[in-house]
T-cell receptor
Framework: DARVTQTPRHKVTEMGQEVTMRCQPILGHNTVFWYRQTMMQGLELLAY????????DSGMPKDRFSAEMPDATLATLKIQPSEPRDSAVYFCASGLTRGQGSDEQFFGPGTRLTVL | AQSVAQPEDQVNVAEGNPLTVKCTYS??????LFWYVQYPNRGLQFLLK??????LVKGSYGFEAEFNKSQTSFHLKKPSALVSDSALYFC????????????FGSGTRLSIRP
């Protein structure tokens, strides 16, 4: 059955290293979201795309984070350089937005990032 | 600006008893309202949504939610709780007229004791 996939599932890295997280949205979905979840901040929207175009990335630290959709089957979230405060679970979600966008989002399993 | 509040960090219920998880929202126009559930080490799963129509919405796993426009609430309910319902529940809201940006609440941890 169709589902959002994310790689890697776990990543441990050292401060200063580049981290790339990948997401494959559900085929046919036209909207992709990146979220970050921590105990302290809860679930935060980092960025989202519709039809591969970035619509809002105001939740993302611009100096070190970047999000792209090179094609309709791949979304990436990069952190360079990474910092310990970036440690969190990063979720990708996709959805099919029609009209005013009333449809639900389907979440991937997440990437658990630990920056030492 | 739109916002959503879940006033309870934790809700504890005995198995077999009814449960309610509270959610209130604020939008400038008509809202789209959602409930999601998160089990340990998993992503969020959609439970139900309110778009328009009947104020009582039925969703997955026997859950339902009641839209109350005057109280700007969208509380999640279930008549008889199961231990397997124990999880983290998120309410979310989006304005009818905006792009597809959804605002999630802070989450409520539901614990069902046997």
């Amino acid at each position: 059955d169709a589902r959002v996939t994310q790689t890697p599932r776990h990543k441990v890295t050292e401060m200063g290293q580049e981290v790339t997280m990948r997401c494959q949205p559900i085929l046919g979905h036209n909207t992709v979201f990146w979220y970050r979840q921590t105990m302290m901040q809860g679930l935060e929207l980092l960025a989202y795309f519709r039809n591969r175009a970035p619509l809002d990335d105001s939740g993302m630290p611009k100096d070190r984070f970047s999000a792209e959709m090179p094609d309709a089957t791949l979304a990436t979230l990069k952190i360079q350089p990474s910092e310990p405060r970036d440690s969190a679970v990063y979720f990708c979600a996709s959805g099919l937005t029609r009209g005013q966008g009333s449809d639900e989002q389907f979440f991937g399993p997440g990437t658990r990032l630990t920056v030492l | 600006a739109q916002s959503v509040a879940q006033p309870e960090d934790q809700v504890n219920v005995a198995e077999g008893n009814p449960l309610t998880v509270k959610c209130t929202y604020s939008v400038s126009g008509n809202p789209y309202l959602f409930w999601y559930v998160q089990y340990p080490n998993r992503g969020l799963q959609f439970l139900l949504k309110y778009i328009t129509g009947d104020n009582l919405v039925k969703g997955s796993y026997g859950f339902e939610a009641e839209f109350n426009k005057s109280q700007t609430s969208f509380h999640l309910k279930k008549p008889s709780a199961l231990v397997s319902d124990s999880a983290l529940y998120f309410c979310a809201v989006r304005e009818y007229s905006s792009a597809s940006k959804i605002i999630f609440g802070s989450g409520t941890r539901l614990s069902i004791r046997p």
